[in-house]
């Protein structure tokens, strides 16, 4: 499975688990893309997927020939209103009766490990995943913008030239 391929059936697999939990998805490939959007104050739940760094590993024994790894950012947001405790949506159904944002961010996880685990036969990802962490988003140099960063770093085939094509790793 390439960064592509990756990326097209987690769409299919989570846009409606998400839905019925109240998070709309976007798949976003840069984070000025996400910060645009969650400068303004979703009326509904939302859950941006950052899809923006592919690396070539860290060679380690688990390095694959041909292998890269795609780190997914996943950014959980719920409307939170001006109450006049901000930080009870963190854990509390919040404005339009939010589920607590600690909770769709444990759900997102589950769901994300669901789809992401090497026995999911539909799924075809052989090479597996690691989770990285849950942790309030604040983007570098920035102040926090009321929203969950959950990381996944996923091994994916690289992208193979067809043949009699050059194939230059460090092209864009």
Not at 46 to 56: Q, W
């Amino acid at each position: 499975m390439d960064a592509t391929e990756l990326l097209t059936a987690l769409e299919t697999t989570l846009t409606a688990p998400l839905a019925t939990r109240g998070l709309a998805l976007s798949i976003l490939g840069t984070e000025e893309d996400a910060l645009e959007l969650l400068a303004v104050p979703p009326t509904g739940g939302r859950c941006l997927l950052v899809a923006d760094e592919i690396t070539l590993g860290d060679g380690g024994d688990d390095q694959h020939a041909g292998m890269a790894e795609v780190t997914l950012r996943f950014l959980v947001q719920v409307p939170q209103g001006m109450a006049f405790k901000p930080g009870h949506a963190l854990y509390k159904e919040g404005v339009l009766a939010a589920p607590p944002l600690l909770e769709q961010s444990r759900q997102l996880r589950g769901l994300v490990a669901r789809c992401l685990a090497p026995a999911r036969t539909d799924f075809d990802n052989q090479f597996g995943f690691r989770f990285q962490g849950d942790r309030p988003y604040k983007p570098a140099g920035e102040m926090g913008l009321r929203a969950r960063e959950v990381t996944f770093r996923v091994s994916v085939a690289l992208d193979m030239p067809a043949d009699g094509e050059a194939f230059d790793l460090f092209e864009a």
